[in-house]
């Protein structure tokens, strides 16, 4: 059955109303302008993230007289820095905003280059993670003022497939390859080309991005009157997207109070352990397995590049990846051999970029008024980086003996919880969504000719939300 919504209008509505040719039309459109440029930041975004675990086995900690444990360290002060400044950075027109991030974050990359010493490894690291942290929730809410609620998961989907082309091609595969045969060119050593020229890429692009991020979709040039005048009747009747909202603090205690928030938070939280502790300790684990440097970093490329192809072929319901993710991480655990645990990395790698384009969709979609979908979103990562915190803090050379095994089962573990997770957060909403249809067959909701102030406060709680599982 098509979800239904309460319209401005008093009348219930389908996602088959706003299937038209002309509306099909629309979102071409939109995701022309939206997607590759978006895609294209997050993809350099995580690039100058990750890129740090190339410039390791490049021989960055050995130049910088930087230990293990310190490594460690380094790594994790990025994420804290992106949890105190994961801010809901939605209120900013996107146009000026999102590009400037990207200029901030590839002039600190670039940095990463120069740096001469570990105290300057660990500033510079703290930096990027507060340059980077506005991104992902600003581009989140772009979607929702763009799209219809079930129209953003494949978006996000496609958005998020940038960090594991960003590991093919980028950081950790063929560019890393490439650029750390430039050593000694310059005076300068292969890892620090691998910050300097991949910053300077990300400073390029987003001079660029200044001309073709959009703004609101109330201002937004590339579309004519008429077709914005669509896109707000497709807004209106499915979310509370088109509507001006007044920031109100009531909204930020409904997200605060509100257990499917804290829900899509902790789904995260385990997926992001594993995400991060895998993309910036693969080149690392790979090695560990008996190959060269070189081999390692090129051997990335099959693993990112099946996690792409995961992405984008994957289906919202397949939310619960970590079975795939969990077997990755089982042939790790259970395999001796070089072939046997490079096949349990392919799985890992599909399971976990799949999981987590598919969980980070949730509250945009389920998440209503404006400012409480803000909220949820910057919380789910924020929480959930945290989760990123303590995975490269236990992938840590003391618990590296039998290749990673005590992080294996703790990632194992993490798995387990953001699974359970997401079966109560199903659970819930199905559930939910079959009352609530019960109620209307009933003629028990409450009159659908709700105002439009009575129909934002009660955003996800109107008797005629539905919830996208």
């Not at 990027?128 to 953003?152: D, K, M, Q, T």
């Not at 080309?193 to 400073?203: D, M, N, P, R, S």
């Not at 040039?221 to 909202?245: G, M, P």
């Not at 005590?406 to 194992?412: E, N, S």
Request: glycine fraction near 8%; charge should be positive; proline fraction near 4%.
């Amino acid at each position: 059955m098509s979800p239904t919504v309460a319209s401005e209008k008093g009348s219930d509505t389908t996602i088959d109303d706003f299937d038209t040719l002309e509306d099909r039309a629309l979102v071409r459109k939109i995701d022309l302008r939206l997607i590759p440029i978006l895609t294209l930041l997050y993809l350099l975004s995580f690039l100058d993230r990750t890129n740090i675990g190339n410039a390791k086995i490049l021989g960055l900690t050995t130049d910088l007289h930087v230990s293990p444990p310190e490594y460690n360290t380094a790594l994790a002060l990025y994420f804290v820095a992106y949890v105190i400044f994961e801010v809901p950075a939605n209120r900013f027109d996107p146009q000026i905003w999102l590009p400037t991030l990207t200029l901030l974050w590839g002039i600190v990359s670039i940095c990463q280059g120069l740096v001469v010493n570990k105290a300057g490894l660990f500033g510079i690291r703290f930096l990027l993670g507060a340059a980077e942290a506005g991104l992902f929730p600003g581009v989140i809410y772009v979607f929702s003022v763009y799209y219809r609620r079930h129209e953003r998961s494949w978006r996000v989907a496609i958005f998020f497939g940038g960090a594991a082309l960003a590991g093919a091609f980028g950081g950790k595969g063929i560019l890393a390859y490439a650029i750390g045969k430039m050593d000694g060119v310059g005076g300068r050593k292969g890892w620090e080309w691998i910050f300097i020229l991949e910053g300077i890429l990300t400073v390029a692009v987003a001079i660029l991005a200044y001309f073709i991020v959009p703004t609101w979709s109330h201002k937004a040039k590339f579309l004519t009157e008429s077709e914005k005048a669509r896109l707000f009747q497709r807004l209106n009747a499915d979310s509370d997207a088109a509507l001006i909202e007044k920031f109100e603090w009531v909204y930020v205690k409904q997200a605060l109070t509100d257990h499917l928030v804290w829900g899509y938070a902790m789904l995260f939280h385990g997926f992001a352990f594993v995400l991060y502790s895998l993309s910036l300790f693969l080149p690392t684990i790979i090695a560990g397995l008996g190959f060269q440097s070189w081999q390692a970093q090129l051997m990335t490329v099959p693993p990112n590049s099946l996690a792409a192809i995961s992405i984008w072929s994957g289906s919202p319901q397949n939310i619960i990846q970590g079975r795939r993710l969990s077997l990755g991480y089982i042939i790790l655990l259970t395999t001796k051999t070089a072939g046997a645990q490079y096949v349990g990395v392919l799985f890992a790698a599909a399971g976990v970029y799949t999981g987590n384009a598919l969980l980070l969709s949730w509250p945009g979609e389920n998440v209503s008024a404006q400012t409480k979908r803000a909220i949820a979103v910057a919380m789910q990562i924020t929480i959930g980086d945290i989760g990123a915190i303590a995975g490269v803090l236990i992938y840590r050379p003391n618990f590296s003996a039998h290749r990673f095994r005590k992080p294996h089962i703790i990632a194992i573990g993490y798995l387990t919880f953001s699974a359970l997770v997401t079966v109560y957060l199903y659970t819930w909403m199905t559930r939910e969504n079959r009352k609530r249809d019960a109620a209307a067959r009933e003629g028990k909701e409450v009159d659908v000719k709700t105002t439009v102030e009575e129909r934002q406060r009660l955003g996800d709680r109107h008797p005629n939300y539905r919830y996208v599982t």
